[in-house]
Nanobody, 122 residues
Framework: VQLQASGGGLVQTGDFLRLSCAAS????????VGWIRQAPGKEREFLAATIRSGESTYYADSVKGRFTVSRDNARNTVYLQLNSLKPEDAAVYYC????????????????WGQGTQVTVSS
């Protein structure tokens, strides 16, 4: 499956963004999808994921309460709402898909989208 991430940009501290991850396949609903980010000089970090139906979501403690993951299977799209952005949230954000949620959490999804840059000015 091909994934296309978008929605990044330059914002100020406290602002919000909504990232989108669009998939190329109608079977998208059979995949768990998640978001990972990587800041310069840092390791990749798991952020959030949603299972196939979207009824269950999972978050890293570092973003719980500020970021929200959701999906619209009719549009083959998963979203990541970023609220109350901080300078330390600046990174390249990637979406990943896999039939197993675990593989997303451990940052080894079968499929990756290209990243979208988020920059937060203080």
């Amino acid at each position: 499956v091909q994934l296309q991430a978008s929605g990044g940009g330059l914002v100020q501290t406290g602002d919000f963004l909504r990232l989108s991850c669009a998939a190329s396949e109608r079977t998208f609903s059979s995949y768990a999808v998640g978001w990972i980010r990587q800041a310069p000089g840092k390791e990749r970090e798991f952020l959030a994921a949603t299972i196939r139906s979207g009824e269950s979501t999972y978050y890293a403690d570092s973003v719980k309460g500020r970021f929200t993951v959701s999906r619209d299977n009719a549009r083959n799209t998963v979203y990541l709402q970023l609220n109350s952005l901080k300078p330390e949230d600046a990174a390249v954000y990637y979406c990943g898909a896999d039939h197993k949620l675990h593989n997303i959490v451990v940052i080894t999804p079968a499929y990756w989208g290209q990243g979208t840059q988020v920059t937060v000015s203080s």
